[in-house]
């Protein structure tokens, strides 16, 4: 699967533009096709009580909350997936849950069953953006991450796969100079998302 456009509202829907329950599909409004959405947001803190329970802002910076329905407070080992305060959390086909009360926000609820598709990507959600589109820039055939050759043969980078090296040298720079030691990790976060062939 190609990566998906960050920067389109529509693949990556704010908070307040998530469908409801009710709604027909946002990417395909006729209900005709299956195209995914996501909901990209940065984790600010886990505010678990009696389920588990993370409060994250927006690509438009608007606090909400993410619950895990039908799940104890323990049901969910949130820091060992990676939903800790400071990453991403990625809900595919995420709806969000009207408030009942006109003057309070509404909330996006995880059902049990798909708990498990709920994913995080370790970095803030500049950066995550920045990398994604940094990635669908160069293809998925780049050529070196280093000094830009497409000649010979190319290795990936073993951490990610999403990177290619002509040689231990650039390969080497890439990581400290070229700044793929921070990039690396979230990299591979996104290409175990999306994939990118
Ligand atoms: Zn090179
Ligand atoms: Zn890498």
């Known amino acids: 699967m190609p990566l998906p456009p960050f920067t389109s509202p529509t693949a990556f829907p704010t908070f ?18 299956d195209e995914p959405w996501y909901l990209l947001a940065e984790i600010k803190d886990d505010m678990t009580i009696t389920k588990p329970t993370l409060v994250c802002l927006d690509r438009a910076g608007s606090p909400f909350a993410l619950v895990f329905d039908g799940l104890e407070r323990d049901g969910l080992d949130l ?14 086909r995420a709806r969000r849950t009207p408030p009942k009360d006109a003057s309070k926000r509404g909330f996006v609820s995880v059902a049990r069953g798909t708990a498990a598709e709920v994913r995080a990507v370790p970095a803030p959600l500049r950066t995550v953006v920045e990398v994604a589109e940094g990635l669908r820039a160069q293809g998925p055939q780049p050529g070196c991450a280093g000094c830009g050759s497409a000649e010979g043969a190319l290795a ?5 796969g999403g990177v290619r090296y002509c040689s231990k040298a650039c390969q080497v720079k890439g990581w400290s100079e070229g700044g793929h030691k921070g990039d690396c990790k979230v990299i591979k976060a996104i290409r175990g998302i999306w994939g990118d062939e």
């Open 16 to 33: 307040a533009t998530l469908p409801t329950p009710q709604d027909p599909d946002p990417t395909s409004p006729d209900g005709g096709g």
């Open 79 to 92: 820091k060992a997936l990676g939903l800790r305060k400071g990453a991403c959390v990625v809900v595919p």
């Open 156 to 160: 990936r980078c073993t951490g990610c």
